[in-house]
């Protein structure tokens, strides 16, 4: 499966192309392309040279390896941090998840930092891999490392280690992501092949999805005495894993020594990097639309085991974990079918129109969920996750495709490549999403009553109030989204009409 996404970015309101050596402006608003788009189509067909450049299986296949890693990474500690220190330790869910914003602190300053870092290295391994390989490893330790909890503590000590091991683990974490995302958007300048480049990694993601998912489930398998027993073995097993997938890229993909050569001696200094990547009024709309959708799937995910074990399965953990786990294999099937439908479907109605069909499905996905989980059919609610699934997966897709769009725009506005900034910004935007996201469940189950005695039976109220919280926030994402989408003008051409001034320009410099 190769789906090919179209994309787009922003570029100057000339139609003529110009052999100017200096970086033409970009720009910093969508009005000044505004009547140019208002007479194109979404689609255009390629007569770019560049369309022509091949990733091969190989490199696709392990750069999404990487992708399993970076989610296993990225969903993990929301998994397991909620159920093991609230219903394993009865830790107070409101300070577990303050706990977890103040590490966001941290997050905001290190990503940036490690982007401008990894965008300015030069080595001969490149720019991205030696952080990848570094990175994989010590975050596949740190991650084993977050559930050695001991028992007996108080409140307190329990947040102040909650705090200390997110900190080691998030750090390692984005030394190995950041510089991960930005080998993707480099691998190629071909237009379709990025999507087709990400496409793997979307699969991957998924895979990395499911191992996720089936966290919870491990710590209540038979063997261990306890949640917080299972947690100990099963954090170095997943640690093992994230550090074998995540090496994966490095070994096998080669950095583009062009790009990397050049760009990594004409970078900015740091803020005035991240400020720049801000300012471009199309990665913003993407931006927001990431918190929206992130912020919204991280949460249902989260809060949908405790809607199980207060309505569902009353009081039932284990019976609670399973479905959630079995739920990220449906996603399998569901995500396959999803990108072969939305690559055929991009190719008439744009990429704007696939994120629209994104946002509109997750209305379908509130609704469905209200009405199929049940008591009475627990598993009809597969079908309301296999709709969120779908969604989902095809925004992402979309989203890292035009990202590498949008790092030509930056090239011809800035005269540099700076796809390390470019995803330190949307990796530190996720990671803030999940931990918001979690952090909002700590405060809906106090908020609600939640009983967080381990087999407590949870009151009527405290079930519909959560089943309301979940397709409620749905709603909301994709009201939202739909109406950001408005404001959204780019086109295929503006992204090709980019590459071909960029060609002219390289060859005018020799």
């Given at each position: ?6 994309a ?5 309101n ?61 969903h ?80 307190t ?46 699969f ?33 097993l ?15 993909i ?41 912020s919204?799937w ?41 990108l ?9 109605v ?23 989980i ?137």
């Amino acid at each position: 499966m190769t789906p090919s996404f179209l994309a787009s970015s922003c570029w100057r309101n000339s139609d003529t192309p110009t052999t100017s050596t200096k970086p033409a402006p970009c720009p910093s608003s969508t009005n000044g392309i505004q009547a140019e788009d208002t007479r194109m189509t979404d689609v255009a067909p390629s007569k770019n040279p560049q369309s022509q450049e091949r990733v091969t299986l190989l490199q696709k296949f392990a750069y999404g390896f990487g992708a399993s890693a970076d989610m296993i990474g990225f969903h993990g500690p929301a998994q397991l941090i909620m159920p093991v220190y609230t219903l394993a330790l009865g830790v107070n869910p409101a300070l577990v998840g303050i706990a977890i914003g103040i590490t966001r602190i941290w997050d905001a300053f290190l990503d940036p930092v490690m982007g401008s870092i990894s965008d300015r290295t030069q080595s001969r391994h490149g720019r991205r891999r030696p952080y990848i390989f570094s990175g994989a490893i010590l975050a596949g330790l740190t991650f084993a490392l977050m559930w050695q909890i001991p028992t007996g503590w108080s409140d307190t000590a329990y947040f102040s280690l909650l705090i200390g091991t997110l900190i080691l683990f998030y750090t390692a974490f984005t030394i190995f992501t950041v510089p991960y995302h930005a080998i993707g958007y480099e691998m190629t300048s071909s237009y379709h092949e990025r999507t087709s480049v990400m496409s793997y990694r979307m699969f991957f993601n998924m895979v990395g999805n499911i191992s996720a998912g089936w966290l919870l489930a491990g710590t209540q398998l038979d063997w261990f005495d306890s949640t917080l027993e299972g947690a100990r073995y099963i954090g170095p097993l997943t640690g093992l894993v994230f550090i074998l997938f995540g090496i994966a890229p490095v070994f096998f993909i080669k950095e583009r020594s062009a790009v990397q050569s050049s760009a990594a001696k004409r970078q900015m200094p740091i803020f005035r990097s991240l400020l720049a990547t801000l300012k471009d009024p199309s990665f913003r709309i993407l931006i927001i639309l990431t918190v929206l959708m992130l912020s919204g799937w991280t949460f249902a995910m989260s809060i949908i085991v405790f809607i199980n074990v207060s309505y569902v399965f009353p009081g039932d953990l284990k019976a609670s974990s399973i479905l959630v786990g079995g739920m990220g294999m449906i996603q399998t099937a569901v995500v396959v079918l999803a990108l072969m439908l939305a690559t055929r479907l991009s190719k008439s109605v744009g990429k704007k129109g696939i994120l629209k069909i994104s946002f509109s499905i997750q209305f379908i996905h509130a609704l469905a969920a209200w009405f199929l989980i049940t008591p009475d059919h627990p598993y009809l609610q597969v079908i309301a996750y296999a709709i969120g699934a779908a969604g989902n997966m095809t925004f992402f897709l979309m989203l890292h495709s035009m990202t590498s769009d949008i790092c030509d725009a930056d090239e011809l506005e800035n005269g540099t490549r700076r796809e390390g900034m470019y995803g330190a910004v949307i990796t530190w935007m996720q990671k803030l999403c999940v931990s918001v996201a979690v952090a909002m469940v700590g405060g809906a189950l106090v908020l609600v009553g939640f009983d967080q005695t381990e087999g407590a039976i949870q009151s009527a109220q405290t079930a519909l109030s959560l089943r309301l919280i979940y397709s409620g926030i749905f709603v909301v994402i994709s009201i939202v989204g739909l109406s950001l989408l408005r404001h959204y003008t780019l086109t295929e051409k503006t992204v090709l009409r980019i590459q071909a001034e960029l060609a002219e320009r390289k060859a005018g410099n020799g």
